[in-house]
């Protein structure tokens, strides 16, 4: 017989072989002690290698550790003698020294994360807040503006090279947070959130938290719990399993020089793939839309011509110098013109010109939104301003998962619909187990109500002979 001890190691030990091939949710400690893993439920922890005191004792207590380590020591990086689960990088690291490193401890089985410094997701609702030392408070009766790393995640999934994590550095949200850092509810929202959009996510603990731990305060311990169970709950990132569903194409070969533009897609619930130029030429019917924020050549212009033509809207980002005069959607006149844009029927579908650069990043989204239609949105939500949503479809099925994300710690039921007719809506989330919803099919789609979700659910979407 297996003792209690053997029992645990054991399914720790399954548990981390899972995760290495996903996207995993570290969690980041930096006290010179460390809880053992008995205690603190978890498997792997990253730890800054400046602090040796607290290597050594992460590595003696049995940990898998990640090193965390600043990008310009990568050159004189010796790998330490124990068992080392991988690096994450800060700062600035030159492509080639992360791929040497890399190379250099792929025999032992260990990754190399690049870090990417996000947002601490959060709503900003009616709070009073300190930025750079002016007070600055929002108002309630406008929508509420929704701090999120969605297109961040986006971003770094389409790029090349190594592999990123998100991180965040804790920005006090209201006044009263900047000596007990964040909130159980921050802490959830923060896993959801890249668990929901498939991001590797180093989680820094505030040390007054580490510290509580330490010392095994009740409330600590029950926050840690509700942590556990949202580690455990995204553990296997399901978005990586599945393939995302997004009518909107963005094209753009430096999307971060447009990030706001995105960010804004993202907010409105409007999801998006990116898409090099080049591939152009090849581009898939699945579009309904494609906003282009690119100086495009007259190959490039062609596609966009013979995309519209089979009934999807192209939309041109108000480039300052571009040039569109030979497009084929010029040799007509518009069907509407205004100061603001130009809009041109072809074929099945339409061009709109912006004739000016974006200079309201929200008011462009709403635009799209307004454009794309309310048929053609990949999905609708009413009662829900604070919830990001994201739909993705099952590989070589027809079957979905949808992602929902509350940012506000308000539990309130919210009405969605998806294009589609399906027999099976099932809920899920870290308080609650599997569960069918109530549904209806109304003129293609399936309409459902999500119950009280406290940070992070999921929701599969079944259709049955």
């Not at 990754?111 to 996000?118: I, M, N, P, S, Y």
């Not at 949503?389 to 998962?401: H, S």
């Amino acid at each position: 017989m297996f003792n209690k001890k053997q029992v645990f190691l054991f399914v720790a030990l399954l548990l981390s072989v899972a995760r290495i091939a996903d996207a995993e949710i570290f969690v980041r400690w930096d006290r010179d002690e460390i809880p053992a893993q008995q205690t603190l439920g978890i498997l792997t922890v990253v730890v800054p290698a400046t602090n040796a005191t607290a290597v050594r004792n992460a590595v003696g207590r049995g940990y898998r550790v990640f090193l965390e380590v600043e990008g310009s020591t990568l050159g004189t990086f010796v790998p330490p003698a124990y068992s080392l689960a991988g690096l994450v990088v800060t700062g600035k690291a030159s492509p080639v020294e992360l791929n040497r490193v890399r190379q250099r401890l792929a025999p032992r089985g260990a990754r190399v994360l690049a870090l990417e410094q996000g947002k601490w997701p959060h709503i900003r609702t009616n709070w009073v807040t300190s930025n750079k030392g002016v007070l600055q408070a929002t108002r309630s009766s406008q929508q509420p503006w929704i701090e999120n790393n969605r297109a961040l995640i986006r971003i770094m999934g389409a790029s090349q090279g190594a592999p990123r994590a998100l991180t965040y550095a804790w920005q006090p949200i209201t006044l009263s947070d900047q000596d007990e850092g964040p909130r159980i509810e921050n802490y959830l929202v923060a896993i959801a959130e890249a668990g929901s959009f498939g991001a590797d996510l180093v989680l820094p603990l505030h040390q007054r938290f580490q510290d509580r731990l330490l010392l095994g305060q009740p409330q600590a311990r029950a926050e840690w719990d509700d942590i556990c169970r949202y580690l455990k709950f995204y553990s296997s990132n399901l978005p990586a399993r599945y393939e995302p569903v997004a009518n909107i194409g963005v094209v753009a070969s430096e999307p971060m020089l447009w990030f706001e533009v995105v960010n804004l897609l993202g907010r409105h619930n409007l999801p998006f793939v990116l898409i090099d130029p080049a591939a152009l030429p090849k581009i898939s019917d699945a579009y309904k839309m494609l906003i282009v924020l690119d100086q495009l050549p007259p190959a490039q212009l062609a596609a966009l011509a013979e995309f519209a033509r089979k009934g999807g809207a192209v939309v041109l980002g108000g480039l300052k110098g571009a040039s569109t005069a030979n497009a084929p959607w010029r040799s007509a006149e518009p069907v509407n013109r205004n100061e603001r844009r130009a809009s041109y029927r072809l074929g099945e579908g339409r061009v709109v010109e912006l004739l000016a650069p974006i200079a309201d990043p929200n008011a462009f989204a709403l635009e799209m939104r307004q454009l794309l239609g309310r048929e053609q949105r990949a999905v609708e939500i009413w009662n829900g301003i604070t919830f990001l949503v994201a739909p993705y479809r099952e590989p070589g099925g027809t079957n979905l998962l949808l992602t929902a994300l509350n940012y506000a710690a308000d539990p309130q039921p919210v009405q969605m619909r998806i294009p589609g007719t399906f027999s099976l809506v099932q809920y899920e989330s870290p308080e609650e187990p599997a569960a069918l919803l109530p549904h209806q099919q109304r003129d293609g789609y399936t309409e459902f109500v999500l119950p009280g979700l406290r940070a992070g659910g999921r929701v599969f979407l079944t259709r049955v002979p």
